[in-house]
């Protein structure tokens, strides 16, 4: 049995079918859909994706009728029994419940938005993007009244993407972070590139400021400025839904997600956790770490799935790369940040290099810079962030494979990439990062 019919639920019970030809495989999931992409929604909502449904790959009735799986939507798992090995479901409709007996279970129960409080009498509406029917409200919303103004509370991935897509719409959008910089996982020069593309494209920041209070439609900041919205939309992250698991007396590890073993179980031998609510390892650390996205979903579901069919393959730590798009900007990263190679007393050095993205007569090329993290003494590399016009995304990819292969700065001058002028160098970008690392035989140097 499957709790968790979006991402993760969908894709571990494939892959269970997959492995599992004769199982059977029921999925309980508390959506009016299955199988979202949930990364889509603010694209929706700035009509970059033109119908809500296009985000929904899969249905019920495509699961039973080619892959044999029954998937229950609109149902609720309210207890875990684990002695008698059932799981107390409830239809959210009906009312009606039943038990249903499992030999494995799987937990994939996501996360939910977490939602600001606002002191005052606000007379406006306040938004959060976690399911699907929150994207219908506020797309439904936003058609219905055509709003001028709108404030994004967060300036995570969300946030951002909402305050672009906002203003792809023509509304006037303030953000409002409490951190002093957008994207605070990234380093701060990074952050301040994205900013100044936000300011250029009317976002008006509002950074280290926490809302004061709402009235009416008229929002008051910790700093006594004041100004009018039509709508909130909060993105302040996620909280795990971890309850069903707490009741059940599942083991939560520090990170406030389900602790899990290299094969995704819990401390209950025939239950596993994945996605959002599932908490994983750091490549680098080995310590307890939750990413909430896509990627580790999916390739958690792919362990889970594997070692309940007698597979043996390990989820080997996580290194948290991540892209977003914003306005004429793209940023990526992947592995430890500045602040975080601080926080774990690692030592670095760092190097940054400033190209175009490809041949710079070719039309089309774009500015590019890329920032990487390395250890000075093995000289392997820790992290690495990338913020351009043009070619972010394959520089980060790059570089997340090479810490996965263990590979060093001297390597990446090494690595052959495929060169054209309208792809990239003679010397990639990439190679260039691994040569500024190096100074003459027998040196080497930070770079700055």
């Known amino acids: 049995m499957v709790i968790g019919a979006v991402a993760g639920g969908a894709t571990v019970s494939s892959q269970l079918r997959r492995f599992l ?31 809500m449904d296009s985000l929904v790959s899969v249905t019920p009735e495509l699961f039973r009728d080619k892959k044999s799986i029954d998937v229950r939507l609109r149902h609720e798992a ?8 059932k ?25 939910s938005a977490r939602t600001p409080e606002i002191p005052g009498s606000p007379s406006i ?13 506020f797309e439904n919303y936003l058609e219905r009244t055509h709003p001028q103004r709108g404030l994004v509370i967060g300036g995570g991935f969300i946030g951002v ?28 020069d990074m952050s301040g590139l994205l900013e100044q593309e936000m300011k250029e494209n009317g976002v008006v920041l509002h950074l280290g400021r926490e809302v004061r209070s709402v009235t009416g ?79 580790s979903t999916h390739r958690e579901a792919f362990i889970a799935a594997n070692h309940i069919a007698g597979g043996n393959t390990e ?4 290194l948290g790369t991540s892209i977003t798009k914003l306005f004429s900007l793209t940023a990526g990263m992947t592995g430890m940040s500045e602040q975080m190679l601080k926080e774990e007393n690692m030592a670095f050095k760092t190097i940054i290099h400033e190209s175009r993205s490809n041949a710079g007569y070719f ?27 043009k070619g972010a995304d394959k520089r980060i990819d790059i570089i997340a494979t090479a810490i996965r292969g263990r590979m060093t700065m001297d390597d990446l001058a090494a690595i052959e990439i495929a060169y054209s002028p309208a792809y990239s160098s003679p010397k990639d970008p990439v190679n260039m990062a691994g040569y500024k690392s190096m100074d003459r035989p027998g040196n080497r140097t930070d770079g700055k």
């Open 21 to 51: 030809p004769d199982a059977n495989i029921t999925v309980i999931g508390k959506d009016s859909r299955m199988g979202f992409a949930t990364c889509g929604m603010p694209y929706v909502l700035g009509g970059l994706v033109e119908s």
């Open 78 to 85: 309210t207890e875990i029994d684990r002695p008698g090995k």
């Open 87 to 111: 799981v107390i479901v409830r239809d959210l409709d009906s009312g009606e419940t039943e038990a249903l007996p499992y030999d494995k279970l799987v937990l994939s129960p996501g996360g």
């Open 125 to 137: 509406p306040v938004f959060t993007l976690r399911h699907f029917d929150d994207m219908a409200e």
């Open 161 to 188: 993407e909402l305050a672009e897509n906002f203003r792809q719409l023509g509304i006037h959008t303030e953000l409002v972070e409490h951190h002093g910089r957008i994207m605070p996982i990234s380093d701060p």
């Open 217 to 295: 439609d008229r929002v008051c900041l910790d700093d006594g400025s004041e100004f009018r919205a039509d709508f909130i939309a909060a993105a302040v992250g996620l909280v795990p839904n971890t309850e069903l698991a707490e009741e059940a007396g599942l083991t939560i590890g520090p990170t406030g997600g389900i602790a899990t073993d290299p094969f995704m179980r819990t401390s209950d031998p025939d239950i596993y956790a994945i996605g959002d609510a599932a908490e994983g390892r750091d490549w680098f650390t080995g310590k307890p770490k939750r990413v909430p996205l896509a990627w």
């Open 315 to 318: 989820m080997d730590g996580l």
């Open 363 to 389: 039309p089309g090329n774009g500015k590019l810079r890329l920032k990487i993290h390395y250890d000075p003494d093995t000289r392997l590399i820790l992290g690495a962030q990338a913020v351009g016009e």
